[in-house]
């Protein structure tokens, strides 16, 4: 088993439950935010990350840590959740269990989640015109647009939705000439 995949199994059940308190108390929309803010300040911040995923340091400093770091931002349910994490030493996965939370949260409003990868960052009317055209393909009505750079591409994007894979790539085309001249 892949640690990726060992990951999402045990993010899994975490999410289920984050998803099911956000619906018992219908502030769905407010754990999304606050969740979403988690995986932006972790991944702005590397120490914040290693000191979370340290075994060695204490649970108690990494709960203070929380809460001066977590507790003006969050809801109380998504900070005892996180203490719940540390008690379990599962506050390590938090960025898996963010991920899955946020692919069962949009899979409940039909939300269709498309990766854009591209060689430069894409501004606003290009993300617009993807969004549009990806509506369109998937026939929904919402569409969560996660853009990534990618300067292997050296130009155009790629796009994944699902298992789907839309590849208008520089290096793409490139890789299929150069398939197709190596079978002649």
Do not use: C, W
């Not at 770091?69 to 269990?97: E, G, K, P």
């Not at 130009?155 to 298992?163: H, L, N």
């Amino acid at each position: 088993m892949s640690n990726k995949s060992f990951m999402s199994t045990i993010a899994l059940p975490y999410a289920e439950a984050l998803l099911d308190i956000a619906t018992q108390n219908s502030s769905i929309d407010d754990f999304t935010k606050n969740l979403s803010s988690i995986s932006s300040i972790l991944s702005q911040s590397r120490e914040l990350r290693e000191l979370l995923s340290n075994p060695v340091i204490d649970n108690s400093l990494k709960k203070e840590v929380i809460k001066k770091v977590f507790s003006n931002q969050i809801n109380d349910h998504i900070l005892n959740f996180l203490y719940i994490l540390v008690d379990r030493r599962r506050i390590s996965s938090l960025d898996a269990i963010i991920e899955k939370y946020l692919e069962l949260n949009y899979r409940l409003e039909s939300v269709v989640i498309a990766e854009v990868f591209s060689a430069v960052d894409l501004n606003e009317s290009q993300i617009e015109d993807l969004v549009r055209q990806i509506k369109l393909m998937t026939r929904s009505s919402k569409v969560k647009l996660v853009a990534k750079i990618d300067p292997s591409l050296i130009g155009g994007f790629v796009i994944k939705i699902g298992s789907k894979i839309i590849d208008t790539s520089l290096s793409g085309k490139l890789n299929k000439i150069s398939l197709y001249l190596s079978t002649k």
